[in-house]
């Protein structure tokens, strides 16, 4: 049986203030690299300790990577304030500056939940990563204001019964785009995956491993 991954609180540097944070670590074995996760909407009870973020960070942390948690700004002990999406997307790429800075040597990932799946798929645009993973991802919450899409292994995992975010908007989304997302349905799953959390968790990691060779690490190739 692994260990439990060491777990430290924390707070880093975003564009408004801090961002209360959960950093953790695998316990006895390599380091492969980082991952960035995002939580589902602030305005509606969303916090980095929402148990599909948790099940996210889980799943990288068992392919060996160090997930950064964090609450978007005005949550929790997060300073600043909402920011209707413009201010979030700034967020996730302060957390993806300090996971760049703190693993250096491997992959940055980066995936999210809901309204936070929309958000870091916005930030996964504007900064090259070397994976992503989207789980019922807020397709209304970015509509036609996503320029482009990432060039990185993509994984998209949705409930054929989620009451927020519909199969077939999810569907239709995904065809108007490049060849590249995979999609994942999870039979009888709704928006929160209760029940199917192991199901998402053993997904996440199959993908990530099958993934982790494909690029050293996401924003190398910046000028």
């Not at 996503?146 to 995992?157: A, Y």
Request: with cysteine; proline share 5%; aromatic share 8%.
């Amino acid at each position: 049986m692994s260990k439990a991954p060491q777990t430290v609180r924390t707070f880093i540097d975003g564009h408004v203030g801090r961002l209360e944070s959960i950093i953790a670590t695998p316990v006895r074995r390599e380091i492969n690299g980082g991952a960035v996760i995002c939580h589902p909407h602030p305005q509606h009870g969303g916090t980095m300790h929402n148990k599909v973020t948790h099940t996210l960070a889980r799943a990288f942390v068992a392919r060996g990577l160090v997930t950064l948690r964090f609450n978007f700004r005005g949550v929790g002990a997060s300073e600043g304030q909402y920011d209707d999406g413009i201010g979030e997307t700034d967020d996730v790429l302060a957390a993806l500056a300090w996971m760049r800075g703190h693993a250096p040597h491997g992959p940055v990932w980066l995936a999210g939940f809901s309204f936070g799946a929309a958000i870091a798929l916005q930030a996964a645009v504007a900064e090259e990563v070397s994976g992503l993973v989207s789980v019922a991802p807020g397709v209304s919450q970015f509509g036609n204001v996503l320029h482009g899409q990432p060039r990185c292994p993509w994984l998209v995992v949705q409930g054929d019964k989620d009451e927020y975010v519909a199969l077939d908007g999810t569907i239709n989304w995904l065809n108007t785009l490049d060849a590249g997302p995979e999609l994942l349905v999870v039979p009888d799953a709704a928006h929160f995956f209760h029940g199917k959390l192991t199901m998402l968790r053993e997904a996440v990691q199959s993908f990530v491993e099958g993934n982790t060779h494909t690029q050293d690490r996401g924003g190398d190739s910046r000028a």
